[in-house]
């Protein structure tokens, strides 16, 4: 299937500076989940989420808009990702940890256009507790969400229906709920770009 084609747009601490858009998918995990690979599978361009990889960004709001064919959506039709900052970053001091759930609490609370929030979930290893957190939060705001399973290359496939049992018990879901990915060999990637597509025109 055709990639899903965006671009960047900017970047913000505060969501009161981000421009509105008319729908919008925001994507949301712990660093190091496979985050920026999946926006660059989802694109199928390499570095496109290198820019909210780059210093600096890595703890802002990064938005990107959906184009159509290759042109900027018209107004009134601006479709858009939200590339969140990663939760659990352990280096950081608990001012800063608080003053990014700040800011990323504010963005799921205050957005209007928001039409569904995806967790990432590291395929391998989670839910950790801060994705349990995070989904319990979301739950506690009647928030939309679906848990994406990241990096499944690298589940062996003699444990992936423990694996796959396990995650999705851990995340209180049914596994058909769960959308299981790899970004390095591209195992879910339309499934979830027809997903992504299905949100944003709602
Ligand atoms: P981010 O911090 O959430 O943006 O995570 P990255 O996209 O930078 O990925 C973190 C690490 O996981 C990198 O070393 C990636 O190469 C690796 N990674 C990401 N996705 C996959 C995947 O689907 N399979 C495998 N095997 N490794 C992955």
């Known amino acids: 299937m055709a990639s899903l084609n965006f671009e ?3 970047s913000a601490d ?6 509105p858009t008319d729908t919008e998918v925001a994507v949301v995990g712990r660093s190091n989940v496979g985050k920026s690979s999946l926006i660059n599978a989802l694109a199928n361009r390499r570095k496109l989420a290198h820019v909210s990889n780059t210093p600096g960004r890595t703890r802002l709001l990064n938005l990107f808009q959906l184009l159509d064919g290759n042109r900027a959506a018209l107004p009134g039709n601006r479709r ?3 590339d969140l900052p990663g939760y659990g970053y352990a280096t ?3 001012q800063m940890r608080y003053s990014w759930a700040a800011m990323i609490e504010d963005y799921l609370l205050e957005r209007e256009s928001l039409v569904m929030v995806v967790v990432l979930v590291d395929g391998l290893v989670g839910p950790t507790s801060l994705d ?5 939060w979301l ?3 009647g928030l939309p969400h679906t848990v994406v399973a990241t990096k499944h290359d690298k589940v062996k496939s003699s444990k992936r229906s423990k694996r ?5 018990a851990g995340c209180q879901l049914d596994p058909g709920d769960i959308v299981w990915v790899s970004s390095a060999k591209g195992t879910g990637i339309d499934k979830l770009r027809s997903l992504v597509r299905s ?3 709602d």
């Open 164 to 168: 796959v049992k396990d995650l999705s």
């Open 92 to 94: 950081a001091s608990k």
């Open 8 to 10: 960047f747009v900017q």
């Open 14 to 19: 505060k969501v009161g500076q981000l421009p």
């Open 199 to 201: 949100w944003l025109e």
């Open 80 to 82: 858009a990702i939200m």
């Open 132 to 136: 349990k957190d995070m989904l319990e």
């Open 139 to 141: 739950r506690s705001h």
